[in-house]
């Protein structure tokens, strides 16, 4: 019985962990989709999306909060990608391997800064009242953080799905992800859809970090933490897909929340780096494979 | 970059001003240098793999790291008393050596394993990775996890591997004295002749026909297969390769140093040591070389007049070499050169044309 509870608990704990890789790896995986880019620096608009939440809530005090800094983190997080697209991704767009080198210079020096304007010890964003509660079901505690996370992560993947679907900006991500050629052949201007998705996807990594700034400390390491696991998901999740990041999310965070029954932390993350190798073997392609007939992608 | 007669010999200057080096600097500046010659070994092993074979490893410090504590590992255990255990072993409660800690007690066990145990890990991890054909972006993402997981353990497993604060306290080498100026003038010249062979031994693979097949798989791996040759192996041996040279770079660093932690394993040291290679030329094996003690001895020089300002400094050199120099100093040395014979050259075609 015990076993069933600590069972329930950790399966719990790895939805939550999943809602976290989820907004952690969805921008990286819709620009890696599109742009073929890695951005090293995606954990670092993380740490920005952190540092804008504790900046508003200095301004801001009181129980919406967290509503506001929401979409600041986003809009902030969203103009510094921006900036990144224009100076140094455009320059390398024909060197994926070179890009994923700059961006990670620029992480350097986003980390560096943080640590000389905020300190290098965190700042901590404390939770609204409404969310340091929980509720028990039978020997099991949900805190509310926790669900709120994971609401958090359902909004932002249904969000990002209906705009992909049904509006503009979405038909024309789907048209230059299919064939960026023919799109552009059509008058497209492939180069500002790549920028909006760059935007929105580090602007994604903005959210997720006022979230993360609901579990723990602001440190200028903080998207450090997260983001290894995020490329995980996206490399065991296939070609920029929706539906194999999330899936990949949640194999991994169920896979590290389980693990962590009877391991420690660090072996449970060299379990969970066993898996994505293991699991590589037999579905190279990822868990959605896009096919294709072209011989090199 | 060769073509220039005076250039064609200059690595006797070089390599005679690199020998009688301890006579010239002091013993503070001998350490750093051979410290720096250390990593120039691990450097060539990134031309390997990254320059001619295109593919992008961050998990050179997983290797480092190997051959640093195996040669850590038995430096511990000599300087012991019999009977003993290593103080971190002690402070927390370990009763009896590890097993795997046990062989470390001979020296020759511990040389093999510098060799060994990278080349066994790195090419069994290699060949499952390359085997199912992932490249690109998708093993570079895949070995800085390796980096990330090999740091986190070696931090966590304190009581068997000690911890964050890692393995030193070394006395004693193969019977010879550590520390002392004798000492340090023989470490030295011993990396010197290591980073000698790696580089000679590099440069002869290079221009054999694995070296022609390894840089055709990199610039189109499915005309080589389409050829009949298979691409894995080749790819697996420049792998373990540049695991071997990063592992014996790690222990001789080890040892300069006197001693080896979590922190020259992990995420940000194994992008560091691909910044070198990036500074000096990816494609260049003297590039590599020169980019290892460059980007280093202006580490060691910024970082102690200003540590605020070496994070931005590396920063924005990595972004400006890799936006505008892909090929490092050695390509810009190499245009530059080119650009001189070009000039030497153009009278001739301008009579040339006119003759015509």
Known sequence: ?297 | MTDHPLLRHAWIPVLALAVLAPALVSSYDLNLLGRFLAMAILAIGIVLIWGEGGILTLGQGVFFGLGGYSIAMYLKLVSLDPGYLPDFMEWSGVMSLPWWWVPFQSPLFALLAVVLVPAAFAGLFAWLVFRRRIAGVYFALITQAVALTFATLLTSQQSTTGGYNGLTGFTTLFGMELGTDGANRTLYWVTLGLLVAVFAGSKWLMASRYGTLLRATRDGENRVRFLGYDTTPYKVVAFALSAVFASIGGALFTLHAGVVSPAFVGVVPSIEMIVWVAVGGRNSLWGAVAGALIVNFAKDIVSSAMPEAWLYVLGLVFILVVTFLPNGLAGLADDLLKRRRDRASAPDAALLEEAQ
């Open chain 1, 1 to 297: 019985m015990l076993d069933a509870t600590l069972f329930a608990g950790q399966v719990f704990n790895g939805f939550s962990l999943a809602s976290l890789f989820v907004l952690a790896a969805l921008g990286l995986a819709l620009s890696f989709g599109l742009m073929r880019v890695i951005n090293m620096a995606h954990g670092e608009m993380l740490m920005l999306g952190g540092y804008l939440a504790y900046l508003t809530y200095l301004i801001v005090p009181g129980p919406a909060a967290i509503l506001v800094a929401m979409p600041v983190a986003f809009l902030g997080a969203a103009v510094v990608g921006g900036l990144m697209e224009v100076t140094v991704i455009r320059r390398l767009s024909s060197r994926p391997l070179d890009t994923l080198l700059a961006t990670w210079g620029v992480s350097l020096i986003l980390q560096q800064a943080a640590r000389s304007v905020f300190g290098p010890i965190g700042v901590g964003v404390t939770a609204p009242d409404w969310l340091n509660t929980g509720f028990a079901l039978g020997s099991l505690y949900f805190p509310s953080t926790r669900i709120f996370i994971l609401a958090v992560a359902v909004a932002v993947l249904a969000g990002l799905g209906l705009l992909i679907a049904r509006t503009r900006l979405g038909l024309l991500v789907r048209a230059v992800n299919q064939d960026r050629m023919m799109a552009a052949a059509s008058g497209i201007n492939t180069r500002r859809v790549d920028l909006a998705v760059f935007c929105l996807g580090t602007g994604i990594a903005g959210l997720a970090g006022v979230v993360l700034s609901l579990l723990g400390p602001v440190t200028p390491s903080v998207g450090q933490s997260y983001i290894v696991p995020a490329f995980l998901v996206v490399v065991m999740g296939g070609l920029g897909s929706m539906v194999g990041t999330t899936a990949a999310a949640i194999i991994l965070g169920l896979v590290s929340a389980l693990s962590q029954i009877f391991l420690d932390v660090s072996m449970s993350q060299v379990l969970m780096l066993l898996f994505v190798i293991i699991f590589l073997q037999f579905r190279p392609q990822g868990v959605v494979a896009t096919r294709s007939r072209a011989l090199e992608g």
